[in-house]
T-cell receptor
């Protein structure tokens, strides 16, 4: 099983550029989420989805868009990159939206905005 | 004040020592998670617990719901245990999957 796969692993962008961070899982999990991890701060929730066609905002959604057209994929879009979005991004999935369950994380995408 | 506080923030120990990392939280929860992150690496779920104690190999996690406190113990520590350990909770007033994270404890085990 591949689990949760994130691409790319590293990316450097210029301010104002757009890009999409990809996340795919092969475990048929309903719940998927995106977090950012910054030095000195805990992981913070950007957006999440409880199933195909359903997304919602987390703690720090500004500057990011998501969509969930399939159960497997949950891409994160930066529309106009800003230096404040330099961070490590993690995608996660879990199996039971209504009940606590272990979360499976991808390996992360390290993003630098110049 | 953060909803989830971990202590210590950094811990250095010698191989073989017994390690304890603490997590305190301020809200009602449906579950508490312990996660492990190796340097430059991904994040792995170690435990999810809502009561009592769980054990996996040399790792033990306990939780006291009344005191809003959890501990992660590592017995016979080894250099490969060097990592950041993260505590996260599922607050009762949010979806079961929405986690609030502590800032992590950086553990270094010297040979």
């Amino acid at each position: 099983n591949a689990g949760v796969t994130q691409t790319p692993k590293f990316q450097v962008l210029k301010t104002g550029q757009s890009m999409t961070l990809q996340c795919a899982q092969d475990m048929n999990h309903e719940y998927m989420s995106w977090y950012r991890q910054d030095p000195g701060m805990g992981l913070r929730l950007i957006h999440y989805s409880v199933g195909a066609g359903i997304t919602d905002q987390g703690e720090v959604p500004n500057g990011y868009n998501v969509s969930r057209s399939t159960t497997e994929d949950f891409p994160l879009r930066l529309l106009s990159a800003a230096p404040s979005q330099t961070s490590v991004y993690f995608c996660a999935s879990s199996s039971r939206p209504g009940l606590p369950s272990p979360q499976h994380f991808g390996d992360g995408t390290r993003l630098s905005i110049l | 004040k953060n909803e989830v506080e971990q202590s210590p923030q950094n811990l250095t120990a010698q191989e073989g020592e017994f390690i304890t990392i603490n997590c305190s939280y301020s809200v009602g929860i449906s579950a508490l998670h312990w996660l492990q992150q190796h340097p430059g690496g991904g994040i792995v779920s170690l435990f999810m617990l809502s009561s009592g104690k769980k054990k996996h190999g040399r790792l033990i996690a306990t939780i006291n719901i009344q005191e809003k406190h959890s501990s992660l113990h590592i017995t016979a520590s080894h250099p490969r245990d060097s990592a950041v350990y993260i505590c996260a909770v599922s607050p009762l007033d949010q979806g079961a999957q929405k986690l609030v994270f502590g800032q992590g404890t950086r553990l270094t085990i010297n040979p």
